[in-house]
C-alpha cells in the first residue's frame, strides 16, 4: 500500500469493517486522515466505523433498528421485500454502513421506497 495514498486507507478500512475488525477499521481510517485530514469518505467511514463499535453498547440504537424492522415488515408497500434474501442482504450491509445507503438507493430502486416507508 502506498503510504500517501488516502484511497488506500479507504479500501483497507472498509475490507477491515466487511471482516468485523472495527477497531483496525477505525485505526487505518484514523491513519489515512493523517495523510489526506479533510477526506471526506475516510471521515464518513470513520464516523460509520464508530457507530458500528457503539452500536452493541445501545440500547437504544437497538431498539431503533427493530422498530424500523417492524416498521417495514407491517407496511403494504415493503412487507414483501422481506422474501427477496438479496434485499435483505443489501438492507444489512446499509444498516451496518450507513454510508453506503446512497450506493445501494442508486442501484435499488426498492431501498429508496424503504427510506420513504421509514421517514413517515
Do not use: C
Not at 403494504?76 to 446499509?94: N, R
Request: hydrophobic content about 35%; glycine content about 4%.
Amino acid at each position: 500500500m502506498n503510504p500517501a495514498w488516502p484511497r488506500g486507507y479507504q479500501r483497507k478500512g472498509s475490507s477491515l469493517f466487511y471482516l468485523d475488525r472495527i477497531d483496525d477499521a477505525i485505526n487505518t481510517y484514523k491513519e489515512g486522515l493523517k495523510v489526506d485530514p479533510n477526506n471526506a469518505d475516510l471521515q464518513k467511514d470513520l464516523k460509520a466505523a464508530e457507530g458500528r463499535k457503539n452500536e452493541g453498547a445501545s440500547p437504544q440504537m437497538n431498539q431503533a433498528y427493530l422498530s424500523a424492522l417492524l416498521k417495514l415488515m407491517q407496511h403494504p408497500e415493503t412487507k414483501e421485500l422481506f422474501q427477496d434474501p438479496t434485499f435483505m442482504q443489501k438492507l444489512q450491509v446499509i444498516m451496518q454502513n450507513p454510508a453506503l445507503a446512497q450506493v445501494y438507493m442508486q442501484q435499488d430502486p426498492r431501498l429508496q421506497k424503504v427510506f420513504e416507508v421509514l421517514s413517515q
